[in-house]
């Protein structure tokens, strides 16, 4: 069976800091599909990235970087001189190929809050 | 821009009444799905469907029923409300990849209260 896991339930900052935020997957397929989303107040999910299993490199978007490591089974979240307006949860999310429709086995969310 | 939009923001109903709750997305996705969200919890998948009148059960599903009479549009059904269904339910859509996953995009979600 899948899992996820996100140990850090909640994490404060200041503004400008670095934050990391973790993720930790379990499966069984060789193929797999690994995605964060954000979660602001408001409460809609938005997509930040998808990776899948066979792509380690490295990703970085702006102030957000993301690290791939298969051999630790994790899928990092890096975000540099963090902003108020980073304040979210932040949701680990995997999938596994399975030929059709597949939902997504979610984390349980890191609550990311930055402190001006 | 995908559009995944939800009938309701919030709804309140009594325990024992048949709650629908609606979903409609505009990209011609093929998969929907509805998740429940609690706090502690995280997103379960209930419910998903891959095609019209075509429904899988997920993670989660009693309690729960669904429709898809339409592409666009994918239904969850509480045939008799009770308590512990009170939370934030969340659908969203994604094209069928060949194979792939493809990214989910989610609807700004409806919370639900049972009294």
């Known amino acids: 069976a899948q899992k996820v896991t996100q140990a850090q339930t909640e994490i404060s900052v200041v503004e400008k800091e670095d934050v990391t935020l973790d993720c930790v997957y379990e499966?069984?397929?060789?193929?797999?599909?690994l995605f964060w989303y954000k979660q602001p107040p408001s409460g809609e999910l938005v997509f930040l990235i998808r990776r899948n299993s066979f792509d380690e490199q490295n990703e970085i978007s702006g102030r957000y970087s993301w690290n791939f490591q298969k051999s630790t089974s994790s899928f990092n979240f890096t975000i540099t001189a963090s902003q108020v307006v980073d304040s979210a949860v932040y949701f680990c999310?995997?999938?596994?190929?399975?030929?059709?429709?597949?939902?997504?086995?979610f984390g349980k969310g890191t609550h990311l809050i930055i402190q001006p | 821009d995908v559009k995944v939009t939800q009938s309701s923001r919030y709804l309140v109903k009594r325990t024992g009444e048949k709650v629908f709750l609606e979903c409609v997305q505009d990209m011609d996705h093929e998969n929907m799905f509805w998740y429940r969200q609690d706090p502690g919890l995280g997103l379960r998948l209930i419910y998903f469907?891959?095609?019209?009148?075509?429904?899988e059960k997920g993670d989660i599903p009693e309690g729960y029923s669904v429709s898809r009479e339409k592409k666009e549009r994918f239904s969850l059904i509480l045939e008799s409300a009770s308590t512990n269904q009170t939370s934030m339910y969340l659908c969203?859509?994604?094209?069928?990849?060949?194979?792939?996953?493809?990214?989910?995009?989610f609807g700004p979600g409806t919370r639900l209260t049972v009294l």
């Open positions: 469907s891959y095609d019209v009148k075509m429904k």
């Open positions: 999310a995997l999938s596994e190929s399975g030929g059709g429709a597949d939902g997504l086995t």
């Open positions: 969203a859509s994604s094209f069928l990849a060949g194979g792939n996953t493809d990214t989910q995009y």
């Open positions: 499966t069984r397929d060789t193929t797999y599909y």
